[in-house]
């Protein structure tokens, strides 16, 4: 990146370590941290809506839509991370390739199972055989949102279920002695009260989604422990010019004061975000408010 | 939501039919990127080393379009079978059981002597723990050998189980040792005698594609024959490496 970056073996050591830095690999590392953190910003929205939905569902009265709603936040949060990353994944894709494959190639006279192989015809392949690899990643991506949401989707419909459940009865008693509707009171009482309730079980579901990253790497998606690792190992001089050992530790360092950083920031932001949510409402919290206001 | 998911779906299927007229095939080629000099990662973050630039002169040769994939070992060869990329080559030997699974081009590497490095002379390599890398031919040559086998995920791992302790010894291509000894200083040495393991490396693909097989079957014959193979392998692995006749 430097001028001076020529001949590395000449240079002394801060020189090296700045030329050391900003190698193409090290930009790829610094890269990752800006894909795991858009990954957070999408997933986490995506994820809460999953969740909302599923909670709704769960709580639904018509019998057959709330037992979708349960056997969702059942079924998901039964299975393991891993598990559901590997599996869920490679059968989406598969899904997504099969149902391509019946409509754009209907002239196809292979088997698309033959033996272990999963064969569709070219045009049906997601993304395109010939696309660009930054379409390939963008939809390894996509996958692993989608998957990201679903799993914490699971766990923070249990969450929302639990906080619903969790406003007080005379509260929806009131709104229902007004003459609201059912659907009135859900959204006009319900919702806008429930958040209290639900906030500290979502932080922690926020806090673990941080840390569960490095599944990344199973849908093919290079986080940062992967180059972590990678960077980290030994290198010798004949395929680098930056040879050096193994500074797996000084890397994964690093990742730890990211990690503490974005937790602690995560952490100020909730404070804030529960306060905000406390304020009038029927708890404990909500009344210490008041008397101190007072 | 619903709309939206419709929308998606239509969107991608009407996206997939306007591409799929100008499409000309692109052979992806997977590989790990952590096995140098097989492949690595270099410093501008590019698959590099021998299988890299045999890849690219296989394509050039067959007159195909390739792209390198890195992908996780433990999880390459599903992803081949469910058609995520199109050939492996990451060093893999091609052995009995892995060909129920996939197809082997003929060996571009003649067979490897894999070998056991330790930090001491007379490390346990029969009785002792012995590292290896997960799903590997050296990793089930261990678990038969009567030693203790600890698996790890990758090679960089095993060297460094026999550097800290935790292992008497590692067991790898010798190929992939031998840089690791030279630059070690003394601390890491051979032991032991090689042991010769697998049918040598070659190119993985779907056993459904005996077409793109034949096709590189063919030119790696022809880089066999005129003596170019050979030329990498000294490159790659210095002078004294096996070579074809």
Same mark, same amino acid.
């Given at each position: 990146?430097?001028?001076?970056?020529?001949?590395?073996?000449?240079?002394?050591?801060?020189?090296?370590?700045?030329?050391?830095?900003?190698?193409?690999?090290?930009?790829?590392?610094?890269?990752? %941290?800006?894909?795991?953190?858009?990954?957070?910003?999408?997933?986490?929205?995506?994820?809460?809506?999953?969740?909302?939905?599923?909670?709704?569902?769960?709580?639904?009265?018509?019998?057959?839509?709330?037992?979708?709603?349960?056997?969702?936040?059942?079924?998901?949060?039964? $299975?393991?991370?891993?598990? %559901?990353?590997?599996? %869920?994944?490679?059968?989406?894709?598969?899904?997504?390739?099969?149902?391509?494959?019946?409509?754009?190639?209907?002239?196809?006279?292979?088997?698309?199972?033959?033996?272990? #192989?999963?064969?569709?015809?070219?045009?049906?392949?997601?993304?395109?055989?010939?696309?660009?690899?930054?379409?390939?990643?963008?939809?390894?991506?996509?996958?692993?949102? %989608?998957?990201?949401?679903?799993?914490?989707?699971?766990?923070?419909?249990?969450?929302?279920?639990?906080?619903?459940?969790?406003?007080?009865?005379?509260?929806?008693?009131?709104?229902?002695?007004?003459?609201?509707?059912?659907?009135?009171?859900?959204?006009?009482?319900?919702?806008?009260?429930?958040?209290?309730?639900?906030?500290?079980?979502?932080?922690?579901?926020?806090? $673990?989604?941080?840390?569960?990253?490095?599944?990344?790497?199973?849908?093919?998606?290079?986080?940062?422990?992967?180059?972590?690792?990678?960077?980290?190992?030994?290198?010798?001089?004949?395929?680098? #010019?930056?040879?050096?050992? #193994?500074?797996?530790?000084?890397?994964?360092?690093?990742?730890?004061?990211?990690?503490?950083?974005?937790?602690?920031?995560?952490?100020?932001? @909730?404070?804030?975000?529960?306060?905000? @949510? +406390?304020?009038?409402?029927?708890?404990?919290?909500?009344?210490?408010?008041?008397?101190?206001?007072? | 939501?619903?709309?939206?998911?419709?929308?998606?779906?239509?969107?991608?299927?009407?996206?997939?039919?306007?591409?799929?007229?100008?499409?000309?095939?692109?052979?992806?080629?997977?590989?790990?990127?952590?096995?140098?000099?097989?492949?690595?990662?270099?410093?501008?973050?590019?698959?590099?080393?021998?299988?890299?630039?045999?890849?690219?002169?296989?394509?050039?040769?067959?007159?195909?379009?390739?792209?390198?994939?890195?992908?996780?070992?433990?999880?390459?060869?599903?992803?081949?079978?469910?058609?995520?990329?199109?050939?492996?080559?990451?060093?893999?030997?091609?052995?009995?059981?892995?060909?129920?699974?996939?197809?082997?081009?003929?060996?571009?590497?003649?067979?490897?002597?894999?070998?056991?490095?330790?930090?001491?002379?007379?490390?346990?390599?029969?009785?002792?723990?012995?590292?290896?890398?997960?799903?590997?031919?050296?990793?089930?040559?261990?678990?038969?050998?009567?030693?203790?086998?600890?698996?790890?995920?990758?090679?960089?791992?095993?060297?460094?189980?026999?550097?800290?302790?935790?292992?008497?010894?590692?067991?790898?291509?010798?190929?992939?040792?031998?840089?690791? $000894?030279?630059?070690?200083?003394?601390?890491?040495?051979?032991?032991?005698?090689?042991?010769?393991?697998?049918?040598?490396?070659?190119?993985?693909?779907?056993?459904?594609?005996?077409?793109?097989? #034949?096709?590189?079957?063919?030119?790696?014959?022809?880089?066999?024959?005129?003596? +170019?193979?050979? +030329?990498?392998?000294?490159?790659?692995?210095?002078?004294?490496?096996?070579?074809?006749?």
């Amino acid at each position: 990146m430097f001028s001076f970056c020529t001949d590395p073996s000449l240079l002394n050591d801060w020189f090296w370590t700045a030329c050391y830095l900003t190698t193409g690999v090290h930009m790829s590392f610094y890269m990752s %941290f800006l894909k795991v953190l858009l990954l957070l910003a999408v997933t986490a929205p995506v994820a809460l809506a999953f969740g909302f939905g599923g909670a709704m569902l769960a709580r639904a009265r018509f019998a057959p839509l709330s037992w979708v709603g349960k056997g969702y936040i059942a079924l998901v949060r039964g $299975v393991p991370d891993i598990a %559901f990353f590997l599996f %869920f994944v490679i059968a989406l894709d598969q899904g997504i390739e099969y149902l391509r494959h019946k409509v754009l190639c209907s002239d196809w006279d292979m088997p698309i199972r033959q033996g272990s #192989d999963f064969v569709v015809c070219q045009a049906a392949k997601m993304p395109l055989g010939n696309a660009a690899q930054w379409v390939h990643e963008t939809y390894g991506f996509a996958l692993a949102v %989608f998957t990201f949401a679903i799993v914490f989707g699971a766990f923070a419909a249990n969450v929302l279920f639990g906080a619903m459940r969790a406003v007080p009865r005379p509260q929806l008693e009131t709104a229902e002695a007004y003459g609201m509707s059912h659907r009135q009171t859900f959204w006009r009482v319900l919702v806008p009260q429930m958040w209290v309730y639900a906030l500290p079980g979502l932080s922690n579901l926020w806090m $673990v989604l941080i840390k569960a990253t490095p599944l990344l790497f199973l849908l093919g998606v290079e986080d940062i422990v992967y180059w972590a690792r990678e960077l980290g190992g030994t290198k010798t001089p004949r395929f680098t #010019d930056y040879p050096h050992p #193994d500074y797996r530790m000084w890397y994964f360092l690093a990742l730890l004061v990211f990690y503490l950083l974005f937790t602690r920031i995560s952490e100020v932001a @909730l404070d804030r975000l529960m306060k905000r @949510l +406390t304020r009038g409402q029927a708890t404990t919290g909500g009344e210490a408010q008041r008397r101190a206001g007072a | 939501m619903k709309k939206i998911l419709l929308a998606t779906a239509a969107l991608s299927l009407t996206a997939g039919m306007a591409f799929a007229e100008a499409h000309s095939k692109t052979v992806r080629m997977g590989t790990e990127g952590a096995y140098p000099p097989y492949n690595f990662i270099n410093d501008a973050g590019e698959v590099d080393g021998f299988e890299r630039e045999l890849g690219d002169e296989l394509c050039k040769r067959a007159e195909l379009t390739c792209e390198w994939v890195k992908n996780d070992w433990d999880s390459i060869i599903p992803n081949l079978v469910s058609s995520n990329y199109d050939t492996i080559m990451a060093g893999m030997s091609i052995t009995d059981e892995r060909k129920e699974v996939v197809a082997f081009t003929q060996n571009y590497y003649p067979p490897t002597a894999s070998a056991y490095v330790a930090a001491s002379e007379d490390a346990d390599i029969e009785g002792g723990v012995v590292a290896g890398q997960t799903a590997t031919i050296q990793a089930g040559h261990v678990a038969e050998s009567g030693a203790t086998l600890i698996e790890f995920a990758t090679p960089e791992e095993t060297v460094a189980a026999v550097r800290n302790g935790e292992a008497d010894a590692v067991f790898a291509d010798k190929d992939y040792l031998v840089p690791i $000894v030279e630059e070690s200083g003394g601390e890491l040495m051979f032991v032991g005698d090689d042991v010769p393991l697998g049918d040598g490396i070659g190119m993985a693909l779907r056993q459904s594609d005996t077409e793109l097989r #034949d096709t590189f079957d063919a030119v790696i014959t022809e880089m066999k024959e005129d003596g +170019t193979l050979n +030329t990498m392998l000294k490159k790659w692995f210095g002078d004294d490496t096996n070579t074809y006749e």
